[in-house]
């Protein structure tokens, strides 16, 4: 299983970006997928997830707004949308999938993911 995440870059505060993460080897219709980031000297921290229908979605407070995550189940991927970019989004980005179904109540949690992309740096200016 891979996942391969994409779109990442260097933009100004108030800017947008658009994150793809595609997964292979196996299909997740019907998991749960994720977003976490880590920045430099900090832990990593629960981004946004995604119901398996796509239905249901989960947000960190810190993104609730800002931040829209979706998927297509047709090509096997999940999108983060970041609008309204602060510094303090700074961090590589790194999408998740899991091994099993996963209750609601550990989506933010990353030991509940088994796979994980390589990460995606996202840069935002002041």
């Known amino acids: 299983v891979q996942l391969q995440a994409s779109g990442g870059g260097l933009v100004q505060a108030g800017g947008s970006l658009r994150l793809s993460c595609a997964a292979s080897g196996r299909t997740f219709s019907t998991d749960a997928m994720g977003w976490f980031r880590q920045a430099p000297g900090k832990e990593r921290e629960f981004v946004a997830a995604v119901s398996g229908s796509g239905y249901s979605t989960y947000y960190a407070d810190s993104v609730k707004g800002r931040f829209t995550i979706s998927r297509d189940n047709n090509k096997n991927a999940v999108y983060l949308q970041m609008n309204s970019l602060i510094p303090d989004d700074t961090a590589v980005y790194y999408c998740?999938?899991?091994?099993?179904?996963?209750?609601?109540?550990?989506?933010?949690?990353?030991?509940?993911?088994?796979?994980w992309g390589q990460g995606t740096q996202v840069t935002v200016s002041s």
């Open positions: 998740a999938a899991p091994h099993a179904a996963i209750f609601s109540s550990g989506l933010r949690l990353g030991q509940s993911y088994a796979y």
